[in-house]
């Protein structure tokens, strides 16, 4: 161990309650930021899962139909009233050939065709009001993992099949392999089979929402071999708004993304995001001054040793070098022993914490990169508040030192 | 002839220059030493006598005047010269030890060669080990600074000051914390080591007993030197 080394660490032991509280100083102050980096980023990513786990990151829709007046408004002579136009169920102009080519967007992980539309679900003497929802079971599932909440049957959608939610299910008084009739507004009507129950945690969508096979959709909503939206999952979630409009610029359709119809959500997740780095900024700080104003009560203390060890031919860059040491070190072992407490806080507060369903509120996990940046980040900060004391001990005079120290 | 281990020549030396307080505490002092020398130097209070030994150990640079340890003129020499010059040329003895404390005694002995190496090896080691035995504690090398007596504790720093096998030992009152019978046997010591290695010491004391007992005695009075200079 070269001799820096060796000087750091006897100083650390030799002043064993400084050491302690420098080192326990450096251990809360990770362990704060450990726990409230995981404890808001697996509450973000909880409540994002939710609120994602049920839609597309983004859906492109026909463009609005809009009124053209044929009268040149310009003309100061003129007075007319221009009316916004009902929009009807439109398909999407050649989406056959959109489809594809939106698959092989870089940022774009899946695309799935949708035909959606009201319709009446009756049964016996009940008649409900629901959303149909046309699709490719294949593709959709890549949008929207239904089947991994299947309460009962499974999630097959295939001739006429039919998946509906739990609410449902219960105001109909059906179960799996009961029979349903599916009325449209445009008075088409099928009868379907129903092969699976769904629970998304989401009572309104567990109510409304009907999904058949595509073909059975454009049949009943009048929209024979078109589709009137594009679902979209992109790899990174929160550029799907640039995204988004990338693919509006291109295409010319109404294009829209997560972050804008869930703009609330993510101005709540930005202050949380905020709040945390605040907070993890003054943790930083709190312990860097910390680590400084110890280092600088060792120096003091130490002054009669540092003249020594400079009488004895101690270069002051080296005595420098012993206590940044010393400021490193006791931040690694903080930041080493902040890490297991902060894993240890996150694991106490999911288990204490729960939904009122008894699922943990978050995952409980540690990223291996937020403990490797915590640590990072501590012996950087540790270094940095010992760079004040470690200069005032390489500029002392020995001969003061050891006269006065 | 001996050689010369130091050789000082009309060394002045000012505190507060350019102040209205400015004073002038050694005013030409013309000094030699020469390998293995046995030197008291003596003189009252305030006559410049930690100066002139800080100005020696190269711990402080003269006002004027040339410095030369073993021929080398260290006027010359930048801080990082003089700071490895001073550890392999010159051993220092202080009146209270000022043994490091984190440390044991062996690993006191070690310092200056662990700072001249950088790392520690077995060599340094059994040094150490042969050191502390000529100042009969070997059975006491495991023990730090405040387990051991002011005698002990002194013999330490001897034995610390000989661990460079520097040619040349500034003693600061080496005896002046102790005991008559511990100052005995720290001065025998030192006599020792300067009759078996032929290494020059140079002892500042306020005991005309211990002076008396010395080779070569330099007054210092007022900044000068008035006796012995050599």
Not at chain 1, 82 to 104: C, F, G, H, K, N
Not at chain 1, 354 to 364: E, Q, S, V, Y
Not at chain 1, 394 to 399: G, K, Q, S
């Amino acid at each position: 161990m070269p001799f820096e080394w060796i000087v750091a660490v006897r100083f650390l032991r030799e002043g064993r309650m400084q050491t302690l509280l420098i080192i326990g100083g450096a251990t809360v102050g990770v362990a704060v930021i450990i726990f409230l980096t995981s404890l808001i980023t697996g509450l973000q990513a909880n409540l994002v899962a939710r609120t994602l786990g049920t839609q597309a990151h983004i859906v492109v829709r026909p463009a609005e139909d809009k009124a053209q007046p044929q009268l040149d408004r310009s003309r100061g002579d003129i007075s007319a009233r221009v009316e916004a136009r009902a929009q009807r169920l439109r398909s999407i102009d050649q989406w056959e050939r959109l489809l594809p080519s939106l698959r092989t967007m870089p940022d774009v992980v899946a695309a799935s065709s949708m035909v959606s539309g009201p319709a009446f679900a009756v049964r016996g003497t009940a008649t409900k009001s629901v959303v149909l929802m046309g699709i490719e079971p294949d593709q959709f599932l890549k949008i929207v993992k239904l089947d991994e909440q299947m309460v009962a049957g499974q999630f097959r959608v295939t001739g006429t099949d039919a998946v509906i939610g739990t609410t449902l299910a219960n105001d109909l008084g059906v179960a799996v392999g009961d029979k349903l009739r599916l009325t449209s507004a445009e008075s088409r009507e099928d009868i379907v089979t129903i092969t699976g129950i769904f629970d998304i945690g989401n009572t309104e969508l567990n109510r409304r929402w009907v999904f058949i096979p595509q073909r059975l959709a454009q049949n009943l909503l009048d929209l024979a071999g078109g589709i009137s939206s594009i679902d979209i999952t992109v790899r990174d979630i929160f550029r799907a708004e640039e995204i988004a409009l990338r693919i509006e610029g291109q295409t010319g359709l109404l294009v829209e993304s997560w972050m804008r119809t869930n703009a609330q959500l993510l101005t709540a997740l930005r202050s949380q995001t905020l709040t945390n780095q605040l907070i993890r900024g003054f943790v930083v700080l709190i312990v860097a001054l910390g680590i400084a104003s110890v280092l600088v009560v060792t120096v003091v203390q130490k002054s009669k040793e540092i003249g020594i060890l400079r009488a004895m031919g101690t270069s002051p860059r080296r005595v420098m070098a012993i206590f940044l040491m010393q400021g490193g070190l006791v931040a690694l072992i903080g930041s080493v022993l902040g890490s297991i407490m902060g894993i240890g806080l996150v694991h106490i507060f999911a288990r204490v914490y729960k939904n009122a369903d008894g699922t943990p509120i978050f995952r409980p996990e540690v990223s291996l990169w937020l403990m490797a940046s915590a640590c990072l980040v501590a012996v950087a900060v540790g270094l940095v508040a010992a760079v004040a004391p470690a200069r005032r001990a390489a500029r002392m005079d020995p001969v003061q030192a050891i006269r006065y120290g | 002839m001996a050689e010369a281990i130091l050789q000082l020549t009309g060394v002045r030396k000012s505190y507060n220059i350019g102040t209205p307080v400015q004073a002038e505490v050694l005013h030409g002092i013309d000094l030699n030493l020469k390998a293995g020398e046995f030197a008291a130097l003596i003189g009252p209070s305030g006559s410049g006598k930690s100066t002139l030994l800080n100005i020696v150990g190269l711990l402080e640079q003269p006002t004027s005047g040339q410095v030369m340890i073993r021929g080398r003129d260290t006027g010359t020499l930048d801080e990082a010269q003089l700071t490895a010059l001073r550890g392999r040329s010159i051993g220092f003895i202080f009146q209270f030890h000022y043994l490091i404390s984190a440390f044991t005694a062996i690993e006191n002995v070690m310092m200056p060669r662990l700072i001249d190496r950088g790392r520690p090896d077995a060599e340094m080691r059994d040094r150490a080990l042969e050191l502390l035995g000529r100042v009969g504690l070997t059975d006491h090398a495991a023990k730090r600074p405040n387990q051991l007596s002011g005698g002990q504790q002194q013999r330490v720093a001897i034995a610390r000051a000989l661990s460079m096998s520097a040619p040349l030992v500034l003693a600061d009152e080496p005896t002046g914390n102790l005991d008559t019978k511990s100052a005995d046997e720290v001065f025998a010591l030192m006599r020792a080591f300067n009759a078996d290695q032929g290494i020059a010491f140079l002892i500042v004391t306020h005991d005309p007993r211990l002076a008396a007992r010395c080779d070569r005695v330099i007054e210092l009075l007022d900044g000068c030197v008035v006796d012995g200079a050599g």
